[in-house]
Every structure is written in structure tokens, then in C-alpha cells.
């Protein structure tokens, strides 16, 4: 299998210790990644800054290629969706792509039931990471939102090299749950990359077009 691997920044590099001993091309500034160049390979996967990436997705659509993005930041452009399928192209994205991201995720679900059973309920969602992420709040962030399906205030910080730590807590007068993510190593973004990357190359019934790592994974634990 030949991996092109876009970014080998502080995920990136993580990305490329892994794939020690397969067949990879690193782009970068000084490699920026163009349609003849990814020419080739066999899946692609990307850590760019959100912004880079989304202003080369005409030439990973134009490539045909199998897509991870890891790159966040950005909106996916409306239309994205539509012209994969068409082509029969399949990608996967993922804002965080931690495995035990999944975990968390059923149990997001399982605190939407708060609302079932709570007459008075306050959720809130705080975020905190290294100072040079470009995004707030970040992505995982806004899942964790999207997944709870109920309003929540987020806050974030910026602050030192944290990796990506995520706290969602319920609040009622009388009691108080409180969840929480911690990312102790960038290497989890990695292995999952690496794990929907090699994926895309051996299972075919993965959907054509844009697939959240969350739908993979579910399938893979029979959630859903
Ligand atoms: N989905 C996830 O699980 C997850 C986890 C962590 C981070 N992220 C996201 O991944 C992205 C990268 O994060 P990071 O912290 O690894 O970034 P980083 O350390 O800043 O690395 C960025 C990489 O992109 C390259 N790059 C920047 N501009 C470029 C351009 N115009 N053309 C070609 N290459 C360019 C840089 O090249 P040089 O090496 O030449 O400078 C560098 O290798 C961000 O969007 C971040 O939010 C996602």
C-alpha cells in the first residue's frame, strides 16, 4: 500500500512513525502536495492546517484517491458529498481521531436522556489546548455538542502543549456528572488515521463519499 501523507507537523509525524516499513511520500510546504504528485498512491492522509486543506480538495477529488482528513477548521463544502458518491470516491474524516473517542461518544448519547428524567438540567462543555491550535472551540468540541443534541455552552482555553482535553458536565440542583477526555499522547490521532486509512484500502463496503471515522467505528462495535 502507498500512503500519501499531507502534514508532518506535531500529528503528521506520528502519522509517519507508524507507517514505518510501508511505502510513503510526505508532503509539506517545501512538498506541497499537487494532482501529479499524489498520482499513485493508494490512500492519502491528511494533517494540514483546516484552511490548506480545504484549498486542495479539488485536486484530492480530481485524484480519486481514498481520503483520511484529519485536518480540521474549515467547512466541508456543500456539494463534496454529492461529487464523491458520483465518482464512486470514499473518504473519511474525523475531528478527533482517538478510538476511545467512540466510547465517549455512546455515553454522550446515554446523557441526552437527562432530559427524560431531570426537570431542571444545565449542561456545559469546556475545552483547553496548546496554544498554537488555530481553531475555537475545536471540532471535537463541536461533536460533542452535536452529539449530546441538547443546548450547552462551550468555553475554551488555550494554554501550553495540551494535546486535547474535553469536559462535559450535567449539572441539577442535587447532582452533578461530569465527563471527561484526556488525550495523553497525539499518537491516538495517529493509530486511528492509520487504522481508517488501511480501511479504505481493504474494505469495499465502506459508502462512497463522505464517512464520519464515528459511523466506522460504530459499525465496527455493533452500536449501531
Ligand atoms: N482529527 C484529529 O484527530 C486531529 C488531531 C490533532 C490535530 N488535528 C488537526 O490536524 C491539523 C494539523 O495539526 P498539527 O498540530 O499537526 O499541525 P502542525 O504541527 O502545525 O503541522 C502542519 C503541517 O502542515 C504543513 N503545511 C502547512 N501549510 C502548508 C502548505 N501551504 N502546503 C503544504 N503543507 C503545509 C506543515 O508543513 P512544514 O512541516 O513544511 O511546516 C506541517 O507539516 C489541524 O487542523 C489540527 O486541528 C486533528
Known sequence: MKIAVLGKGKTGKEVIDLLQGHQITVFDRSNI???VKLKGHDVIISFLPGDVFMSIIPALVDSKIPVVCGSTGFEWPRTLNFKLKDQKIRW???SNFSLGMNLVQQMIITLNRAQKIFGEYQFSLHEV???QKMDAPSG????WKKWLNLPVDITHERTGDVIGFHELKLDTPNETITL???AKSRKIFAEGAVFAAKKLASDMTIPYGLNSFQDIISDELKFR
Not at 140 to 143: D, E, G, N
Request: net charge neutral; glycine share 0%.
Open 140 to 143: 471535537t468540541a463541536l461533536s
Open 129 to 131: 489546548h496548546h496554544t
Open 180 to 182: 471527561s477526555h484526556n
Open 92 to 94: 473519511i474524516y474525523s
Open 33 to 35: 502536495p499537487t494532482l
